[in-house]
């Protein structure tokens, strides 16, 4: 069947596309570690964001049970289409006192208009700062996918994460 006539077939047209998404699902199935906090790709100009994420460790091992990290997230949607925000993490080790060991700078860029597309789409850029000695900066980029669908809403991050030296 040629490409022209796949067009007139709307029914081939929308089976294209979900074997297309659930291809990109199948083979982009995160290998190891689960994502703390998924990013949608929708910027709001003008919109600040305060955010606290904590994270506690229960262990049996006394090593590890207790440590604490925080990071405290500051955020401004600066135009429609970018968003930047600062990161301060701060953690602990069992038994040991609170200490800033990381800055992280964010920015979100959304790519289209929401629902210019049929999946909403946007990228993702973080550079942290590692305030260990001797450790290498790190730069994160993810590919920001959302699709909207009936009642709910899906969204997927691609993530590749480089150490700088």
Known sequence: MKPSNLCKQPYL??????????????????????????YS?????????????????????????GAVKHQ????????????????????NKAGKSLTHTQTKWENVFQLFQQGELWIDTGLYLEYI???????????EFKLLLEKPFA?????????????SH
């Open 13 to 38: 047209y929308h089976l294209a596309k979900i074997t297309l998404t659930i291809s990109i699902l199948v083979f982009c199935l995160p290998q190891h570690g689960w994502a703390t906090k998924v």
């Open 129 to 139: 700062k590692l305030t260990a000695p001797q450790r290498p900066d790190i730069v």
């Open 41 to 65: 790709p929708i910027v709001e100009g003008g919109e600040w964001e305060l955010e606290s994420l904590n994270d506690f460790i229960r262990d049996a091992d006394p090593g590890k049970d």
């Open 72 to 91: 405290i997230e500051l955020a401004y949607g600066i135009t429609d289409w970018w968003r930047s925000g600062l990161y301060g993490v701060f953690e």
């Open 151 to 163: 009642a709910l809403i899906h969204t997927m991050n691609i993530t590749i994460r480089a150490c």
